[in-house]
């Protein structure tokens, strides 16, 4: 296979295996819901924190992350591309923030976005760990943790890519989520600069169908 192929290819697994909603498939088995007409309306740990409870959520995040490690991997380990890799781990968040298998409705791609930096470098995934875990402790915003921490993870691969101790494949993977991940937090940080967003727990009731 050649490198361009390569690349398409870990890209479409890293696509197709971030759209699989983990928590659209618990809140089935769990609950018989869906977790989208609770909370946020999204798919992740925290809307299925809020809807179902602590069980089923580290469920959803360990599948999640999951989903961000596999296409990494894949492009490291089985063909030995970078930019397989990058292109992979990045399409795995665009995956789950806009799944083809439910209708481009997902979550906001944290902790795929983590388990992706987990496999490109585990040194920059405890940093975010690290900044993730102070932030939420002292502000109970998982929001500004996410923003913050994935920021973090970013800053660190660009140092490492400049020290030449990671490829420059992974700067361009770091941004792509980076960014993927702001964007999908704008209606959070405008709230958080309100004043108006649930803290960790908070905000779990079903939604009315406007709002949806």
């Known amino acids: 296979m050649t490198s361009s192929m390569t690349i398409v290819f870990c890209g479409l697994v890293g696509y197709l295996l971030g759209s699989v909603q983990t928590g659209l498939i618990v809140g089935r088995v769990w609950r018989g819901i869906d977790v989208r007409e609770y909370g946020s309306g999204k ?5 299925t924190l809020r809807a179902i409870g602590p069980a089923a959520a580290a469920v959803v995040l360990v599948g999640d992350v999951l989903k961000g490690v ?10 030995v ?6 292109i992979g781990g990045a399409a795995a968040v665009v995956g789950h923030t806009w799944p083809v298998w ?25 940093v975010v760990v690290a900044a993730a875990g102070a932030i939420l402790a002292a502000t109970r915003y998982v929001s500004l943790m996410s923003v913050l921490g994935v920021a973090a993870g970013f800053v660190v691969l660009v140092g ?3 020290m030449h101790r990671e490829h420059t494949a992974y700067l361009v993977f770091g941004f ?8 999908n937090h704008l209606g959070n ?7 108006t967003e649930p803290k960790l727990g908070q905000g779990g009731g079903r939604r009315m169908p406007a709002s949806r």
């Open 43 to 47: 798919t992740g740990f925290t809307n």
């Open 70 to 79: 596999v296409p990494v991997l894949l492009g490291e380990w089985l063909f």
């Open 81 to 86: 591309e970078p930019w397989a890799a990058a």
């Open 102 to 126: 439910a209708g481009f409705r997902g979550g906001r791609g944290v902790a795929t976005a983590f388990g992706a930096f987990l496999a490109v470098s585990p040194l920059a995934a405890i």
């Open 160 to 162: 490492l890519v400049m």
């Open 176 to 183: 792509a989520v980076f960014a993927a991940v702001e964007l």
């Open 189 to 195: 940080i405008r709230r958080l600069i309100a004043g």
